[in-house]
């Protein structure tokens, strides 16, 4: 009888072979080093950044009229080029409506007050104001401004 040899490695029952299950993805081509292939990021449109940036500081002031059209600009080069910033510029139109409108506004504020402070510097100069006003009335401070 022969001894089995202590320094050999056992033997495993033979198995039919089988074919390995596929990847669940495709796997990257060959690279040197094993490294994955580098795909740069997409380039930031420049009108995009001008745009977001005017209508930031100018949220309460003219200067978002030029959000308002660095923003457009930038969302048709993007269309044309697939650049990234469409947020950029869309929130460059979105600050430079509300910089016009904030604009609008102030025009109209400064208009009012020069109005309310000419009818009070006329009738201080009058000099009688003080017997005519404030009244019973309640309408006088629409005579105050000479509306009536």
Do not use: H
Not at 32 to 39: I, R
């Amino acid at each position: 009888m022969t001894m089995p040899d202590p320094y050999s490695q056992p033997q495993e029952p033979q198995q039919p072979y089988q074919q390995p299950a596929p990847p669940p993805y495709a796997p990257y081509p060959p690279q040197p080093y094993g490294y994955p292939p580098y795909v740069p990021p997409r380039p930031t449109n420049g009108m995009a950044i001008a745009a977001m940036i005017c209508g930031i500081v100018g949220v309460c002031s003219p200067i978002g009229i030029l959000g308002l059209i660095f923003g457009s600009i930038a969302k048709r080069q993007i269309r044309e080029t697939g650049e990234q910033g469409e947020g950029m510029a869309t929130a460059g139109v979105v600050l430079g409506w509300i910089g016009v409108a904030a604009t609008i506004v102030l025009i109209a504020y400064y208009i009012i007050m020069f109005a309310f402070i000419g009818s009070a510097v006329n009738e201080l100069e009058n000099g009688d104001w003080y017997s005519d006003f404030p009244t019973d009335e309640p309408t006088w401070a629409l005579n105050l401004i000479g509306v009536l």
